[in-house]
């Protein structure tokens, strides 16, 4: 097994593998390692029926074994296992997988995504992808005319409720705190949302549904004396309480911004760390995309295309 090689892709979402095919592609050889959760963010949607080409929807982890295969028959060498620590002081570029092997590398891609959070519930995880989701634009649409909730206070929660309110009948906003974190725009753009009901004070702490989420068991004003504890119906529960940048292992290195994403030499896909790119959730907050991440994907293998040939790597 090669231990040096041109590119080396940390990530195997839809960021590191378009990478890896356009890496590929221009004959770098590119060795990807797929990650903790190989397919990335994707293998836990359902339907997807966003990403362009597909007019009659595909599983998310079909998307992603179709990119990967695509990946692997321009050259492309996935592997499995996990990058846990850089050192990117000196060059070649080291990387570690799974705290043992040491790769050194001429450029790195990193497009090791954002994990959604969650409340830490384990009827989370019992109705994973029967009524629960982390992104309303991947699952919104399965929610027609139905009654759904977001868990959350912030700009994305916002959001989000106010997506859903677009093609749901009833949008229940649950906050944990008596107002809203959201900047005043989004805060108005839900208040004055018919559709959308604010429960402030409230926090979720269970689910219920013979086939899936049929409701929330909710807590009002929790460990007050005058707290009280009822369910709401809805078909589908929405979590948007932030996302965690997979970014810890870099921090050292390369500059992130004050949560924690990757910061990029926008429109090009450069960190601070020379022949090192970033693509994908990891370096965006706003879009959090599959086909958004696809293009920074292309961006990055590029860029270091470009990096490796006029250094003569
Ligand atoms: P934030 O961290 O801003 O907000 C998270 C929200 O979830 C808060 O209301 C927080 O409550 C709540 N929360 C966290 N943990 C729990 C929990 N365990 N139980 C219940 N509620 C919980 O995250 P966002 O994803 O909303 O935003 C991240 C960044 O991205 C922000 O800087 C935001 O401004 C930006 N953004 C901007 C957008 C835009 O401008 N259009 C769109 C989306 C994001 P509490 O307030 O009590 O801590």
């Not at 079909?62 to 990117?88: I, N, P, W, Y």
């Not at 929660?157 to 906050?175: F, M, N, P, Q, T």
């Not at 004050?258 to 090009?268: F, L, R």
């Amino acid at each position: 097994m090669r231990n040096k090689v041109r590119c080396l892709i940390i990530g195997s979402g839809p960021a590191g593998y378009t990478a890896a095919i356009y890496a590929s592609r221009a004959n770098l050889e590119p060795v990807l390692y797929e990650g903790m959760e190989p397919g990335g963010q994707l293998t836990t949607t359902t339907e997807v029926e966003n990403f362009p080409g597909y007019p009659d929807g595909i599983t998310g982890p079909e998307l992603m074994e179709d990119m990967k295969k695509q990946a692997e028959r321009f050259g492309t060498e996935v592997r499995s296992g996990r990058a846990t620590a850089v050192d990117f002081s000196a060059r070649p570029l080291k990387v570690t997988i799974d705290n043992e092997q040491v790769i050194e590398a001429d450029a790195v891609i990193i497009s090791t995504g954002a994990t959604a959070k969650y409340l830490g519930l384990p009827d989370e995880t019992k109705y994973a992808g029967q009524g629960v989701s982390a992104c309303a634009t991947c699952d919104g649409f399965f929610y027609r005319r139905k009654k759904v909730a977001v868990v959350g206070g912030g700009d994305t929660a916002c959001e989000e409720a106010s997506y859903l309110s677009g093609l749901a009948d009833k949008v229940y906003l649950i906050v944990r705190k008596p107002y809203l974190r959201a900047s005043q725009i989004m805060q108005d753009r839900v208040m004055n949302n018919s559709k959308i009901e604010i429960l402030y004070e409230h926090n979720a702490v269970g689910l219920f549904g013979e086939k899936g989420v049929e409701g929330v068991h909710l807590v009002k004003r929790m460990g007050e004396p005058d707290e009280e504890r009822y369910d709401i119906a809805v078909d589908g529960f929405f979590l948007a309480i932030g996302h965690k940048p997979n970014t810890d292992i870099f921090r050292d290195y390369v500059d992130l911004n004050e949560v924690g994403y990757i910061k990029t030499d926008s429109p090009y896909t450069k960190t601070n760390v020379e022949g090192v790119f970033a693509c994908g959730d990891v370096a965006d907050s706003i879009y959090r995309q599959a086909v958004t991440a696809a293009g920074t994907g292309c961006r990055a293998a590029m860029d270091a295309e470009r990096y490796l040939s006029e250094k003569g790597l």
